[in-house]
């Protein structure tokens, strides 16, 4: 169930003032199965998947969706940096933006994760015409762990089941475009990033649900459009993950974009604090201007 603010509003010649929207739509919460989500062990917070909802004012509104999976090493999120800063930043495009709290490690292991994700997509898919959205234009955007979980749900996903008494569960959990922030993409040995592989997997996985989890070989010709960010001197999440992923995408034919900066370190999010990565933000709008995901600007 969708939780609207109610609140008292100015109208001026018929239109709602801008400060009244930001009112209106300040952030909100929904929790993505009311019900419990499957294979839930309490009724917790840490057991309640979550989207945090912004919504750009109406003179900006592009009618795209993202859902934002914050980075964390599958035990915790960095909501601030790698969700609403994004959020900020999506909502200044014209951008709806979901944060998604999934649930994490030591309680939750895979496919919980995963669950959480592409039931995210479904969610705002499903509620695209509550936000104006258009239903073929809804994306997932990931940092470092978050990045693997956005390149599972990328390389991972259904069309929905028609037959399900859900309306959610009916339509697809694709997403339409991806955008990876220094991802960890595969759970392999010499490759992946440690702690986010115990977390997600546990300390002796079984080799197949480490391949299967490692999203460089789980690219088809129908993983959607991908735009990738990483730097050179990352040494917590190897850039070799980008090179993998970007390498399957290009054999796939799968349109994808990536760029490797020489310097900066992990977790820069949108780059604010460092300047040697600080116009990556602008490459994403840039490239998602070009895919006519989101309007060309005014000359």
């Not at 509104?61 to 934002?68: E, T």
């Not at 088809?220 to 040494?235: E, G, L, N, R, S």
């Not at 290009?250 to 900066?264: D, L, Q, S, W």
Request: with cysteine; glycine share 10%.
């Amino acid at each position: 169930m969708v939780r609207f603010i109610t609140c008292v509003t100015t109208v001026v010649l018929g239109t709602v003032t801008l400060s009244a929207w930001a009112e209106a739509t300040a952030p909100k919460e929904i929790t993505l199965w009311p019900d419990g989500a499957p294979g839930a062990l309490g009724s917790e917070p840490t057991d309640t998947p979550i989207l945090r909802i912004w919504q750009p004012s109406p003179d900006k509104d592009a009618h795209v969706g993202v859902v934002i999976c914050p980075g964390g090493g599958y035990g915790g999120l960095s909501e601030d940096l790698e969700g609403k800063q994004v959020a900020d930043w999506g909502v200044e495009q014209g951008i709806t933006c979901f944060m998604l709290r999934s649930r994490l490690a030591p309680k939750y292991h895979h496919p919980a994760p995963l669950q959480d994700a592409n039931r995210a997509v479904r969610w705002v898919r499903s509620h695209a015409s509550d936000y104006g959205l258009d239903p073929k234009r809804i994306g997932i955007w990931g940092f470092s762990a978050g990045g693997h979980l956005a390149s599972t749900a990328a390389t991972h996903y259904d069309l929905g089941n028609p037959n399900s008494t859900d309306p959610v569960e009916k339509v697809s959990s694709r997403p339409d475009f991806t955008v990876l922030a220094y991802p960890v993409i595969s759970m392999k040995d010499g490759l992946t990033h440690g702690g986010s592989k115990k977390n997600l997997l546990g300390d002796q996985p079984d080799p197949k649900l480490v391949e299967l989890l490692s999203n460089e070989t789980q690219v088809t010709p129908d993983t959607p459009p991908t735009f990738i960010f990483h730097t050179a001197a990352d040494t917590a999440v190897l850039p070799e993950n980008a090179i993998a992923f970007f390498t399957a995408l290009r054999k796939a034919n799968v349109p994808v974009e990536m760029h490797i900066y020489e310097k900066g370190r992990h977790g820069v999010g949108m780059g604010y604090a460092h300047p040697e990565v600080a116009g990556w933000p602008n490459l994403v709008g840039q490239w998602l201007r070009f895919r006519d995901i989101l309007p060309q600007k005014s000359p």
